[in-house]
């Protein structure tokens, strides 16, 4: 099944289940709302259970995905993840997921504008997310594994020159509204990340990253299972599981977004986000 | 004023503010939700201002201060940022701050146990913690000053072999439960960390950590307004502002806290954390 967060006509928003093109409504705000709300969800792989479940709504008009997951508690991303990528940086395989935080206000939607001051350098980091669809504490690889509810894509745009001030990468990687999510969450019986999902991302048409998940260093259970072992992960919260190679900053020389630029990052299986970059406004610090 | 977040002899949380050694009501459950309901309440300076706002209530009984922001939607840390403790790490005074993120999960109460498992090497990390009481974004150091709510205590327990496992500190960071913070907030007329607050953390009565915040590299101010320039704070939000010199891994040969250890975190004008250390769990990862 294809889930998502849904932008209706009238403003609001629904969780919904695509049908055949379109989008029947589920109970609830969101994505993560309905996770929570019932962990049942994430056992359902058709419309046929959720309409048992007794969660299957009419049909939604003129509805559109938006970000799926808008509040998660939990935003864990994964650095250095394809083998590829971690070679491009300059460094070693890893023996452990280099990891840090976003926070919920760092999403936004997969079709949304991206605005960030002129000034900036700006990158691509197309990637694979999971999606959490139950509560997991110290869980071994094989519970993780259940406790995922799907996947979706997101982009990890970050803010380079900020992301190189310190040693931590978090001034470079939450910039509010920078990373897109969506359009779909695809349930686990549908997409095996483990097999294999083509990972690329167009910067206006062009290829500048394709990966395949095959090759992740660390896979969705592994990472989950990490995580586990010091917070607890809930419904709704979300994994990022790194960049294949491919992305500005290792370019020679460095290439970064331009005002304009349209960014599409996609998954195999899943779907495509779709955003364009605005560069606007100069940051208060230079001008003050 | 002193403010708090208060657990009652009912098992509910009240946000209360200190009366004469007793504690009179607030309207809401914690003083992030207070912060949040009424921005008003960060320019209140007396219990009769309080009521003349009406939001002055009667006294709870049996009412001890638990975490005063249980659900911050954003928990910023500061490392390296003493003179002092950048010297003992072995590394030269900053441009910028050096940030990274905890989790709402990761705090804790100002006299809770902190119980991580028994083979990690668990170091204290003594902080002047700021609350914010007003949504900026992009603010200059004036308007960030202007925003903010008042300080408490908090100390940054950190797991250091996790912490030390990649480039990123997040897994040795954001241990669900290991961060104390309280017993109170104070409001910004009574405390002035630009002035000079001693901070001092002492492990079963002898002190390993002495600073003084007049020696921050960056001060709170100047914290608040340099996150507002990719992310939004809100009311409720909190900023750790870094650790003095003195911890467990500076020292030859490192010293990590034992079963039974008693921590005691002091800020000057503030008020004192004190959390026993339990090291119980056996990591599943190594068992299985």
């Keep these: 099944m294809r889930l998502a967060t849904v932008r209706t006509a009238d403003g609001r928003t629904s969780a919904a289940v695509e049908d055949a093109g379109t989008w029947r409504a589920l109970p609830a705000a969101n994505l993560g709302q309905l996770l929570t709300a019932d962990e049942r969800i994430i056992r359902a792989r058709s419309l046929a259970e959720l309409d048992l479940l007794g969660l299957l709504g009419g049909p939604l008009e003129d509805a559109r995905p938006g970000t799926p997951l808008p509040r998660p508690a939990k935003v864990v991303c994964c650095g250095l993840n394809y083998a590829d990528h971690i070679t491009e940086m300059g460094r070693e395989l890893p023996r452990f997921p280099t990891l840090f935080a976003k926070f919920a206000d760092t999403l936004t939607g997969p079709t949304d504008q991206i605005e960030v001051p002129a000034d900036v350098d700006l990158d691509w980091e197309g990637e694979l997310a999971v999606v959490v669809g139950r509560t997991v504490h110290r869980a071994d690889e094989a519970t993780a594994r259940e406790a995922i509810a799907g996947y979706t894509v997101a982009n990890d745009i970050s803010v380079r020159d900020w992301q190189n001030r310190t040693l931590q990468w978090l001034q470079g990687k939450a910039w509010d509204a920078t990373t897109p999510v969506g359009p779909v969450m695809v349930t686990v019986d549908e997409v095996d990340p483990d097999s294999g999902l083509e990972v690329t991302c167009e910067v206006n048409g062009s290829t500048v990253q394709r990966g395949n998940t095959r090759t992740l260093v660390f896979g969705p259970a592994a990472l989950v299972s990490y995580i586990s072992q010091f917070t607890t992960l ?55």
Tied chains: 1, 2.
């Design 234 to 288: 809930r419904p709704g919260d979300l994994v990022l599981t790194g960049t294949p190679g491919g992305v500005g900053m290792g370019m020679t020389p460095p290439r970064f977004l331009c005002d304009g630029d349209v960014v599409r990052t996609h998954v195999e299986g899943i779907g495509a986000l779709e955003n364009t970059i605005r560069l606007t406004r100069t940051p208060p610090e230079e001008t003050s």
